[in-house]
């Protein structure tokens, strides 16, 4: 199965168009690939497979379809009919301009870390600032616009 993989990865570098791959290869190549214990070859099995995949979609996103496995379709329609959803934006409402009045240790809020270092002028997400007002941490600042 090796042997057949590394030739059929060369034959499709050479070629213009989509070679005819049996229904079943994407299948028998990782059913292969999970028996193999040499990790080596494992390994050289793995990139093979990957190439393969990655120039197969390639040559059908921009040139012809003819040949495409079933499988090979499926992800060309899920990459075809992505909505990409906004990501949202810090705006004005969103921030508070502050003052650091004390050292406070680094945190994070999962997104970001913060570094509070004293007598520092910062943006804050609206919450933490809230959260950090309460316990005289920050002074929240005014900005005229």
Avoid: W
């Amino acid at each position: 199965m090796y042997k057949e993989l590394k030739n059929y990865f060369f034959n499709e570098i050479r070629s213009d168009t989509l070679l005819k791959l049996p229904e079943d290869f994407y299948e028998k190549v990782r059913e292969y690939i999970k028996k193999l214990e040499d990790e080596k070859e494992k390994e050289r099995a793995k990139y093979y497979y990957r190439e393969l995949r990655k120039l197969r979609i390639y040559k059908a996103m921009y040139f012809d379809r003819e040949n495409l496995l079933k499988e090979e379709e499926e992800i060309l329609n899920k990459i075809e009919f992505i909505e990409e959803e906004p990501k949202g934006i810090y705006t004005i409402k969103d921030i508070e301009v502050v003052k650091v009045n004390k050292q406070f240790p680094q945190f994070t809020d999962g997104n970001f870390i913060y570094n509070l270092n004293k007598e520092e002028v910062i943006t804050l997400d609206k919450k933490i600032a809230t959260i950090l007002e309460k316990h005289g941490i920050i002074s929240k600042l005014r900005v005229r616009m």
